[in-house]
């Protein structure tokens, strides 16, 4: 091989580069504790569901409660609720910065969601109060 | 405890900025719409009917109280405040003229020539800006209302251009800074999304009636144009009553009482 002994350490050296976050995190456990509400043992599906399918639950809501005018949600042991992220699930996770935006930031996700929805039911004004990067970031 | 009154008056102390804090506007305060978060029984309680439509008495309207009702309705929806050609409008007032272009009355009687009204999306029965919608995000539901999906919208304004009645609007900036007494319980608009009057289907989906009918103060009657009992039938039997641009083939479930 013509020049190995530029291309061979080259390669290793990109190898390197490359494997160094593999290497950082080696070991390390991904855990994200978004802060949870105070007053609701349950969320509207198991804990386990809403971590890993939050985000089809909320477009099939959006797509039922427009769409179809379908707007009550019944879950597996057959509670009710208004299918709303505004007025159900932000009414329990006031807080976007401490419940939302830790996983959201930690994983590198801008949901736009917003950009119309507001923050909570008794926001005061139009503005998000927390302004961050993840708001319209699309 | 030696320190226990001076520890007792730390803690009042604390206490009372604490307090202070949190009567701070910004930091809570909930508004007056908090208290009517609606819920599950509500949702069930919602009004149905097969084909939804409004009458309008359109002498009782003064300029005053199409304001009225405009303000009802752009404060219900968090429409925003533009001035100028970039206005957003789900309610609005107009002259003779302008609502019924096609009607020719060359002769009119003064007072209905300088009379203002209502006008409002007039939730079509063969409604062209479904027609013409690329992503389906305008679409007409079962009971007749023309409604938006406002997460589909692409903005390109095809909708725009095949509503005969001007009834839509495009947000050319972020409505948010615009919005002055803003209601919580319902989204905002982004930049790029078009918007028009729903015929308040989510005041409907809680069995209320939609909010200019209730600032009207009987002057819209609101109902169900294929319940021969309702209201609106009853107003529409007595009073004649005219739609807009009936030549353009959409046939309008907003009805003119002259």
Not at chain 2, 44 to 50: I, V
Not at chain 2, 112 to 116: D, F, G, I
Not at chain 2, 149 to 152: A, Q, V, Y
Not at chain 2, 254 to 258: G, P
């Given at each position: 091989m013509?020049?190995?002994?530029?291309?061979?350490?080259?390669?290793?050296?990109?190898?390197a580069?490359?494997?160094?976050?593999?290497?950082?995190?080696m070991?390390?456990?991904?855990?994200?504790k978004?802060e949870?509400?105070?007053?609701q043992?349950?969320?509207?599906?198991p804990?386990?569901?809403?971590?890993?399918?939050h985000?089809?639950?909320?477009n099939?809501?959006?797509?039922e409660?427009v769409?179809?005018?379908?707007?009550?949600?019944?879950?597996?042991?057959g509670?009710?609720?208004v299918?709303?992220?505004?007025?159900?699930?932000?009414?329990?996770?006031?807080?976007?910065?401490?419940?939302?935006?830790r996983?959201?930031?930690?994983?590198?996700?801008?949901p736009?969601?917003?950009?119309?929805?507001?923050l909570?039911?008794?926001?005061k004004?139009?503005?998000?109060?927390?302004?961050?990067?993840a708001?319209?970031?699309? | 405890?030696?320190?226990?009154r001076?520890?007792?008056?730390?803690?009042?102390a604390v206490?009372?900025m604490?307090?202070?804090?949190?009567r701070?506007?910004?930091?809570g305060?909930?508004p007056?719409?908090?208290?009517g978060?609606p819920t599950?029984?509500?949702?069930?309680?919602?009004?149905?009917?097969?084909h939804?439509?409004?009458?309008?008495?359109?002498?009782?309207?003064t300029?005053?109280?199409?304001?009225?009702c405009?303000?009802a309705?752009?404060?219900?929806?968090?429409?925003?405040?533009?001035a100028?050609?970039?206005?957003?409008k789900?309610?609005?007032?107009a002259?003779?003229?302008?609502?019924?272009?096609?009607?020719?009355?060359?002769?009119?009687s003064?007072e209905?020539?300088?009379?203002?009204f209502?006008?409002?999306?007039?939730?079509?029965?063969?409604?062209?800006c479904?027609?013409?919608?690329?992503?389906?995000?305008?679409?007409?539901r079962?009971?007749g209302?023309?409604?938006m999906?406002?997460?589909?919208c692409?903005g390109?304004?095809y909708?725009m251009?095949?509503?005969?009645?001007?009834?839509?609007s495009?947000?050319?900036?972020?409505?948010?800074?615009?919005?002055?007494?803003?209601?919580?319980h319902?989204?905002?608009r982004m930049?790029?999304?078009?918007?028009?009057c729903?015929?308040c289907?989510?005041?409907?989906?809680v069995g209320k009636?939609?909010k200019?009918v209730?600032?009207?103060?009987?002057?819209?009657?609101?109902?169900?144009?294929?319940?021969?009992?309702?209201?609106?039938?009853k107003v529409?039997?007595e009073?004649?009553?005219?739609?807009?641009?009936p030549?353009?083939?959409?046939?309008?479930s907003?009805?003119?009482?002259?």
């Open positions: 013509y020049n190995a002994k530029y291309i061979i350490p080259g390669i290793l050296f990109f190898l580069l490359a494997l160094v976050p593999v290497v950082y995190n070991g390390h456990q991904f855990e994200v978004p949870l509400p105070k007053d043992k349950e969320c509207v599906l804990t386990n569901e809403m971590r890993d399918k985000m089809q639950l909320l099939e809501w959006r797509n409660a769409r179809d005018g379908s707007r009550i949600f019944v879950n597996a042991k509670q009710k609720y299918k709303s992220l505004t007025n159900t699930c932000m009414s329990c996770h006031p807080d976007k910065a401490k419940f939302c935006d996983c959201h930031e930690t994983v590198g996700v801008a736009y969601c917003w950009d119309c929805h507001n909570t039911p008794n926001q004004s139009p503005i998000p109060p927390v302004a961050s990067a708001t319209g970031g699309h | 405890m030696k320190n226990s001076r520890e007792f008056l730390k803690l009042a206490s009372a604490g307090i202070g804090a949190a701070l506007g910004f930091l305060d909930a007056a719409h908090a208290a978060l599950v029984g509500n949702y069930e309680e919602g009004l149905k009917a097969k939804w439509g409004m009458a309008v008495y359109s002498a009782k309207f300029p005053e109280r199409i304001a009225a405009r303000k309705c752009h404060d219900e929806h968090n429409v925003p405040d533009i100028g050609p970039k206005e957003i789900w309610f609005w007032g002259s003779y003229e302008e609502s019924f272009p096609t009607e020719h009355g060359h002769y009119l003064e209905v020539e300088h009379r203002q209502p006008l409002l999306c007039n939730q079509c029965e063969t409604p062209m479904v027609k013409v919608c690329p992503t389906q995000a305008t679409f007409q079962p009971d209302i023309v409604m999906d406002f997460h589909r692409i390109c304004r909708c251009a095949g509503c005969p009645f001007g009834a839509r495009f947000n050319f900036q972020d409505p948010r800074p615009f919005i002055k007494d803003f209601n919580p319902f989204p905002t930049r790029g999304v078009v918007e028009k729903n015929f289907a989510e005041r409907l989906a009636l939609p200019c209730e600032a009207a103060e009987g002057a819209l009657v609101f109902g169900d144009l294929s319940d021969e009992q309702s209201d609106i039938r529409l039997r009073h004649f009553a005219i739609r807009r641009k030549d353009a083939g959409t046939s309008p907003v009805y003119y009482i002259l």
